[in-house]
């Protein structure tokens, strides 16, 4: 008889949360095929978590968008013209890295920041120097999505205040898994999901806008997507995204804001780190301490390519990522790009110290399997 395929145990909350809580698929369930809208109470419901979650305040303008990455992109093409310069980092996203690589051809310039000496954060004073009179915006991560290294955000935020820059942050790892920081840093905008750590489905998203930097778009009418600025400035926070997927990111940010697991995401990240540091061969990158990160780990196994490794735990029933995570900068200045990336592993709220241990057991017998 044919072998049962192994129970699976997903350590992949980074891409997604799964399994979604039971109220968001009901949610979703309800609405399909119903395109009506959904009342704006619901609507504002939602807009008021996330911005509290952000730590933004309720003049924040709230976008809803088919996912962080659509929010990355639409965000930078109805914010930049021809003409600009932008500073972004090699921690950024790969929807950040192909935006601004169509954008040139529109004539956009980028200024490409590295990482610091420690090879696990930007590099704050190169950001520093990379900011100039001619500079229209800048963009960074708030949590690198390969290694969990949280980033110097506040020190960059100074930087560009002090020079009237508006800074843009990637939120997606970093919300609901660290304390907002949209007014505290003085952010301009924020882009990010909902169906990572806020548990709602995929192809949910949302940007929030300063009043400020709404103010200075809405005096721009030379920027390369018309439409995109457009649609930040004055159309609903809901238009355009599918009812049944917005009644699922309510329900996913409810179950979130109920569950008090979801609160302490990032407990188990000290154990982690000690079961990784066990297995022979194993190479983590990012914080070595849990100071400074979150339950995010990238690492390789020496011998192994990281697809190949990736591939085996999974055939194993540990669903893991393997590759380079959309992140192709940051895997070019790791030098790891031509071993395939690294594997990455990330916790969510249900993750237990067993299913770490069983992990890690994995890999041990993987190390010695290596071919």
């Known amino acids: 008889m044919p072998q049962a395929p192994p129970a699976i145990v997903y350590l992949d909350h980074a891409s997604t949360s799964w399994p979604k809580p039971p109220g968001v698929l009901a949610a979703i369930r309800a609405r399909l095929g119903d395109r009506s809208p959904l009342p704006p109470a619901d609507v504002d419901e939602l807009c008021r978590h996330l911005r509290t979650l952000s730590g933004a305040d309720e003049e924040t303008r709230c976008r809803l968008t088919c996912g962080g990455r659509a929010a990355l992109r ?3 093409r109805a914010t930049l013209a021809p003409g600009d310069h932008v500073v972004t980092t090699v921690l950024d996203h790969d929807a950040v890295r192909d935006t601004l690589g169509e954008l040139e051809s529109s004539g956009v310039r980028t200024t490409l920041v590295g990482l ?11 950001f520093r120097a990379a900011l100039r009179p001619g500079t229209a915006l ?5 949590v690198s999505n390969v290694t969990g290294a949280v980033q110097p955000v506040e020190a960059i935020a100074r930087h560009c205040r002090a020079r009237d820059i508006p800074l843009v942050l990637d939120a997606a790892q ?3 898994r660290l304390p907002g920081v949209f007014t505290s840093a003085g952010l301009a905008a924020l882009a990010a999901s909902t169906h990572k750590a806020l548990l709602g489905p995929r192809r949910t998203g949302f940007t929030l806008l300063s009043e400020s930097f709404r103010a200075r778009l809405a005096g721009r009418a030379d920027v390369v997507d018309t439409a995109a600025r457009a649609a930040l400035l004055d159309l609903p926070p809901d238009e355009g995204l599918a009812p049944a997927l917005l009644a699922g990111a309510i329900a996913g940010v409810r179950h979130f804001l109920a569950l008090e ?3 302490d ?5 000290a154990e982690t780190l000690a079961a990784l540091r066990s297995v022979p061969g194993l190479t983590l990158h990012g914080p070595s301490a849990p100071r400074g990160r979150i339950g995010i780990f990238g690492f390789s196994l020496a011998g192994y390519d990281a697809l190949e490794l990736a591939g085996r735990l999974r055939a194993r029933g540990w669903w893991v990522a393997g590759g380079t995570q959309r992140s192709s900068w940051l895997h070019e200045a790791l030098a790891t790009a031509d071993g395939g990336g690294l594997v990455r592993i990330s916790l969510g709220p249900g993750t237990s110290p067993a299913e770490i241990d069983g992990l890690t057991a994995a890999l041990i017998t993987a190390a010695g399997e290596r071919p």
């Open 261 to 263: 697991a979801s609160r």
């Open 174 to 176: 970093g919300i609901g």
């Open 138 to 142: 800048a963009i960074m991560p708030q």
């Open 265 to 269: 995401i990032n407990a188990r990240v």
């Open 116 to 126: 610091g000496s420690d090879r696990q954060q930007v590099d704050v004073d190169a």
């Open 74 to 76: 639409d965000l930078l």
